[in-house]
């Protein structure tokens, strides 16, 4: 049900102090500690810890049984000094105002470390969508699209899938969006099916890129992928991807999760065998031989520890059983900014999520540029670019992190601060 909530950057700051560590907190901590390595406006950074825009929309859904219910949307659009915003959305019971700002900051230095010409957004509707019906799924994201339709647009600010959505609610807010315009407007969103514009390789990009990133971290850390073990926490476009692929490298993935728990097996699990959050949610432990809990995969003895579902799940509380010799970040903010200088003291190298799950908006790009041009790319072609781009970016943020003897996550925010930062600078950014 909608709710009142803040409208004031005051009263974001307000809701904070009564809260946990949230997205935005963590974000606003991650920023105002990277631009002390940097010469940067303090100006700018301070306009940087505050959304340009909330939307906050009411849906209402008609339920199968003819009842309406009201569920409550947002979209945070944070910056857009490189160009227009860009991010997901997300269905998820714990959406907040909050967490789609601070995810939305996220999107913005993401899009800057891989120097897409993109600004940062997030969005989403407070719902469980395992509780609605396929059909009802649809009318939510068509009513959600209609609301949004002021401020979303093709050269404004582009949606794309995040946690609880995928290719099927990116073809009906596209169906959605190009009815309300008349004309068909395929570059309002991203993660579309192929048919209909999408890219091909779009849907495994966010886990690639996590895949490619942990190479070169294993490489650079001196690991050979044939005698690394992964555990990896969720199953679905990102952590599904991301096991498949280094599983296909040579690695040994010992456990994969969904929502209830882990399969795990110190041999190797077989993650082609397992099916994706895609393919049947909650299915991981359904058919797993041995399951341990969500909170045992992340203090497992493995190599490297990809959290790759939701956010928050390394905290103080439990960093100190982390034995993980590399985390690379799957999922958006899954440390928090406490958690992470405890990380950093024990000397466990953290791969932040702006860099390690770019590959999804890397690819929301090509798409972007396919639907412009109106001409559709070869997987091949994808996935060779997309190497490239997360090469090129994996040694920006690299030659940062050895120059500035810095975390690797701070490395990631010097490359997409200053490049921010600069652009401010250039366009002026004051009346
Ligand atoms: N999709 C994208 O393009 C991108 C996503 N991300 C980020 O990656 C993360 C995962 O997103 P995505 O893969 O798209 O999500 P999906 O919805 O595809 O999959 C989520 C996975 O996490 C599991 N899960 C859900 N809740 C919990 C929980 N409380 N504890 C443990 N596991 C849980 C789900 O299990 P079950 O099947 O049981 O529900 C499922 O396996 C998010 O942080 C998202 O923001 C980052 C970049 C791009
Ligand atoms: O593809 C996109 O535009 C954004 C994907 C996303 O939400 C993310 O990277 O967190």
Redesign the pocket.
């Known amino acids: 049900m909608a709710s009142d909530t803040p409208s004031t950057a005051e009263d974001v700051d307000a809701r904070q102090d009564e809260a946990p560590e949230s997205a935005l907190d963590t974000a606003r901590h991650q920023l105002n500690e990277a631009a002390a390595f940097i010469d940067v406006d303090p100006n700018v950074v301070t306009r940087l810890n505050y959304p340009a825009a909330v939307h906050e929309v009411t849906v209402p859904l008609k339920r199968d049984d003819g009842s309406v219910e009201m569920y409550q949307g947002f979209r945070a659009q944070h910056d857009s000094v490189r160009g227009p915003y860009k991010g997901?959305l997300?269905y998820?019971p714990g959406v907040t105002r909050e967490e789609c700002i601070g995810?939305g900051m996220w999107m913005t230095w993401k899009c800057a470390v891989m120097d897409l010409p993109f600004g940062g957004a997030k969005g989403g509707v407070v719902v469980d969508p395992?509780d609605l019906s396929d059909d009802e799924v649809e009318r939510l994201t068509r009513r959600f699209t209609n609301e949004l339709r002021n401020v979303i647009g093709p050269m404004t600010d582009i949606p794309?899938?995040?946690?609880?959505?995928?290719s099927e609610e990116m073809a009906w807010i596209m169906d959605a969006y190009s009815v309300q315009e008349a004309e068909t407007t395929p570059g309002v969103v991203t993660?579309k099916p192929p048919v209909i514009g999408g890219s091909k390789g779009r849907e495994e990009?966010?886990?690639r890129s996590v895949a490619i990133i942990t190479r070169e971290a294993c490489e650079y850390y001196d690991f050979p992928l044939e005698e690394t073990t992964v555990a990896v926490?969720?199953?679905?476009?990102?952590?599904?991807n991301a096991a498949r692929l280094l599983d296909d490298w040579g690695a040994t993935i010992v456990a994969v999760?969904?929502?209830?728990g882990a399969a795990y097996d110190p041999d190797g699990v077989d993650t082609r065998a397992i099916p994706?959050?895609?393919e049947e949610?909650?299915?991981?432990t359904k058919y797993a031989d041995e399951t341990i809990s969500?909170e045992d995969v992340l203090e497992l003895d493995v190599d490297v520890l990809i959290p790759?579902?939701?956010?928050n799940?390394i905290t103080e509380n439990n960093v100190g059983d982390i034995q993980a010799a590399l985390i690379v970040e799957?999922?958006?903010?899954?440390i928090t900014f406490a958690a992470d200088s405890i990380l950093a003291e024990r000397g466990i190298p953290v791969i932040p999520?702006i860099l390690a799950?770019?590959?999804?908006?890397t690819v929301s790009y090509f798409e972007w540029l396919q639907d412009i041009n109106r001409r559709a790319w070869s997987l091949d072609r994808v996935n060779d670019e997309l190497e490239a781009e997360m090469v090129a970016a994996w040694n920006a943020v690299r030659e940062e992190f050895e120059a500035h003897d810095a975390t690797w996550r701070q490395g990631a925010y010097i490359v997409g601060l200053s490049r921010i930062a600069d652009a401010h600078e250039s366009r002026g950014l004051w009346p």
């Open positions: 997901g997300r998820h995810l395992k794309a899938p995040d946690m609880g959505t995928g993660g990009a966010p886990g926490q969720g199953f679905g476009s990102v952590g599904a999760s969904d929502v209830n994706t959050h895609d949610p909650e299915a991981v969500n790759a579902a939701v956010g799940v799957g999922a958006n903010g899954p999520d799950n770019a590959g999804g908006v």
